[in-house]
């Protein structure tokens, strides 16, 4: 394989593609393969001669192939997807032997930068003081909120998959205690309660399965320490929204962070637009513009490996889909 281009398409919208691969790194893979022209989208695999493919390359809205159109690639070994979670598109490929490999490591990095900058903000009290600035009288030590800090603190990560994993590694930076509860009630050796009762912090970072759907709840939120944070880049779906609403209703003291909600955006009227102690983010947590770019390294430095013949970092495999995640 190493003495041979591979023959290669690009499959997805071309404003995707465009939009996570550089002129650059695409100028990269059309140096590595036998690149077919043009961006295919599903209507285009249906018009092309894809007899000679063996790797496709994509990135958010790879369709799901059906076996027909799996059919027409009759060589294709390979699909490198420059983003992240690959369930809406892999059984079928899984099902045809076709290797998928996923930039979903890359994408889990600005997530958990997000994150570590929000929980460094979090333990020192900063979104409950900058509400509370109005007046220069507001800055005294009576009145201006000011957090536990960082030194010994307990922060809880609710969860233990890549993003999870890449905050923990960035936290060893910081003395703070890190409690990770994987997501799997079986697998923990502490509660969803108790996490929440000791830490100053909770980020949730639980897969997206049916069976994590509104698990975070008003009982967990109430038990919360004064001043508490709660964190989420997960997925709204996952919170229990009218409980936590009543919850920050009660206790102004909690700060609520919220990059994720359920629905995506809130309804018009939500609290969650008004109350002080909520502060959203429009779901920018993830890979944004000038970060896009590391995704594609990933898949330009896997399908290097690839034609190497040497072992491959970023496969993934049925049992790591979403209904199996830890």
């Known amino acids: 394989m190493a003495n041979k281009k591979v023959a290669a398409l690009l499959c997805e919208s071309e404003e995707n593609i465009h939009y996570v691969y550089s002129d650059a790194q695409l100028a990269q893979l059309a140096g590595l393969t036998d690149l077919k022209p043009g961006i295919f989208n599903r209507a285009g695999l249906a018009e092309a001669d894809l007899s000679d493919v063996e790797v496709l390359f994509s990135t958010w809205g790879m369709p799901c192939l059906t076996d027909e159109e799996l059919a027409r690639l009759p060589k294709l070994e390979a699909v490198f997807y420059a983003a992240g979670a690959t369930d809406g ?3 079928p490929l899984f099902a045809h032997n076709v290797k998928v490999l996923s930039a979903w490591q890359a994408n889990a990095i600005p ?72 997501s799997r009630p079986e697998r923990r050796t502490v509660s969803l309660e108790e996490v929440f009762q000791k830490a100053f912090v909770v980020s949730n970072h639980l897969p997206n399965r049916d069976d994590n759907i509104g698990v975070l709840n008003g009982k967990l939120f109430s038990s919360m320490r004064h001043g508490a944070v709660f964190i989420n880049t997960g997925r709204g779906a996952q919170v229990n929204e009218a409980e936590l609403i009543e919850v920050l209703e009660k206790r102004p003291d909690l700060t609520a962070l919220l990059d994720v909600t359920h629905p995506e955006p809130p309804a018009e009227g939500s609290k969650l637009y008004t109350l002080p102690n909520v502060q959203q983010s429009s779901h920018i947590a993830g890979s944004v513009n000038d970060e896009v770019h590391r995704m594609a390294d990933y898949m330009l430095d896997e399908f290097r490996r690839y034609i190497a013949g040497e072992p491959l970092k970023y496969q993934v495999v049925e049992s790591m889909l979403l209904t199996s995640t830890k």
């Not at 900058?117 to 909120?145: C, V």
Request: contains cysteine; proline residues 4%.
């Open 111 to 182: 997530v958990a930068e997000f994150c570590v900058a929000q929980i460094i903000l979090a333990l020192k009290g900063y979104f409950a003081n900058t509400r509370m600035i109005h007046s220069p009288a507001d800055w005294s030590r009576e009145k201006a909120y000011v957090g536990p800090g960082l030194y010994g603190e307990t922060v809880a990560l609710i969860g233990a998959g890549a993003i999870s994993t890449c905050v923990q590694e960035m936290l060893k930076a910081f003395n703070v205690n890190v409690i990770v509860v994987p």
């Open 89 to 91: 598109f892999a059984r």
